[in-house]
């Protein structure tokens, strides 16, 4: 790419992937190659606008370059924010030739990458993920898409960026809870992929949680992650099979956060949902025994929540799996280890069903006494 120094990560994808530390003030060079347009559009929340969207407009054409910013969290991930965003750039003059920048969390990159998709039928958009969680999940895979009162990520659409930049020093401006939420989502893809990857961030814990954003292993494990994310959307992009293993953990964690009204971070729900579906696959003989209180050491050395909030009753988080995206013909499924570093394929699925007494005895378990 012209003007760019750094190397993108080699990966299966139709997009470059940049991870580094110092990256921020490249974002525009970037952009300008891999997704020219007549305008720049940064999409941010008020919180990270604040700490880094000067250093990403000053890498842009002033005169071709505007900020647009939301207040911060996942409670402004829906179709009113989309619609004031979208208006917003059609008062500013913005067509076909325009690239969004999604300059945030993931829950900026899902609503900037979901405004992108929808903008006059689609325009380009560059993620540039600053929270540890969007870098290792959620930038990349093409997934963007709003929530709705009836469950988290309803309504969206399948939108590649044109390019990904990761600058690793953004995360240094985190609160701690937000960049531990990270965590989970990197333990995950050793957990669907890869046990080696698994130890390597298990092992890198004590040197992170002294370190934070400038532990040296940080941009190698982010690395790690991205490229596990990678393999499996380069061999099913719409989730219609391997896909669904990235889910080990949501099942429950949409229920917890849509229960709590979206209080617990993502990361954070999606640690409790880990060991509550490792859990279930021990009691249904899928995951090897030890699986779970293996997993759930992990989360706890890496400070994530590793119980169901209190105050939450299992019954209704069992309800609340019934209305996840993922059930087809009434029946929850969920995508089950069978051990750190696999996970379970029965039939030809990557999903199984599971029966709600099953789900509600590992709730109940995962319940703090
Ligand atoms: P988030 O975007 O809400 O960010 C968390 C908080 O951190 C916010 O308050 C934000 O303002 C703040 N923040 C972000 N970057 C910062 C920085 N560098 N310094 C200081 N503060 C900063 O949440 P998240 O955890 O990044 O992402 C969660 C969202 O991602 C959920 O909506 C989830 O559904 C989505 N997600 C999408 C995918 C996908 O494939 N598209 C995958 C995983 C998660
Ligand atoms: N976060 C799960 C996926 O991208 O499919």
């Known amino acids: ?35 020219p347009a007549h305008r720049y559009a940064v999409v941010s929340d008020d919180t990270v606008a604040a700490l880094h969207a000067d250093t990403v407009l000053a890498s842009l054409p002033s005169d071709r370059t505007r900020l647009f910013s939301i207040p911060p969290g996942e409670s402004e991930k829906t179709r009113e924010r989309w619609i004031e965003l979208t208006d917003a750039l059609f008062a500013w003059g913005a067509g076909r030739d325009t690239t969004i920048v999604a300059l945030g969390g993931g829950v900026i990159g899902d609503l900037a990458g979901f405004v992108a998709a929808t903008f006059m039928r689609g325009v ?6 600053t929270t540890l969680l969007a870098m290792v999940d959620a930038a990349v895979g093409g997934k963007t898409g709003v929530d709705t ?48 990857v698994f130890d390597a961030v298990l092992a890198a814990l004590p040197d992170i949680a002294r370190d934070g954003a400038f532990s040296p292993h940080l941009p190698a494990l982010v690395a790690d992650s ?31 956060e849509h229960a709590m009204a979206y209080r617990m971070l993502h990361g954070e729900a999606v640690a409790v949902g880990m060991v509550v579906e490792a859990r279930i696959a021990e009691r249904l003989g899928i995951a090897e025994e030890g699986t779970a209180s293996l ?33 087809r013909g009434g029946s929850v499924r969920y995508a089950l280890p069978s051990k750190v570093g696999t996970m379970w394929r029965g039939d030809g ?7 709600d007494d099953v789900a509600h005895s590992a709730l109940i378990a995962s319940s703090r006494r």
């Open 1 to 35: 790419l012209v003007g760019v120094t750094a190397e993108p990560l080699s990966l299966p994808l139709g997009y470059p992937v940049y991870v580094g530390t110092g990256l921020l003030p490249e974002a525009g060079a970037i952009v300008a190659a891999a997704a």
């Open 124 to 129: 380009r958009v560059v993620q540039v993920p």
């Open 149 to 196: 009162r009836h469950g988290k990520n309803l309504v969206g659409a399948f939108h590649d960026p044109s390019a990904v930049v990761m600058a690793t020093e953004t995360l240094a401006t985190l609160p701690p809870a937000v960049f531990r939420s990270g965590l989970a989502e990197m333990l995950k893809h050793g957990i669907v992929a890869d046990s080696a």
């Open 226 to 256: 991205v490229r596990i994310k990678a393999s499996v959307v380069a061999k099913d992009a719409r989730e219609g099979g391997l896909r669904q293993t990235l889910n080990f953990g949501h099942t429950i964690a949409h229920a917890v």
């Open 295 to 327: 997993i759930e050491s992990a989360l706890a050395k890496a400070g994530l929540p590793i119980s169901i909030p209190d105050g939450l009753d299992p019954m209704e988080l069992v309800a609340g799996t019934h209305g996840d995206k993922k059930n």
């Open 349 to 355: 699925s990557w999903s199984t069903v599971v029966v």
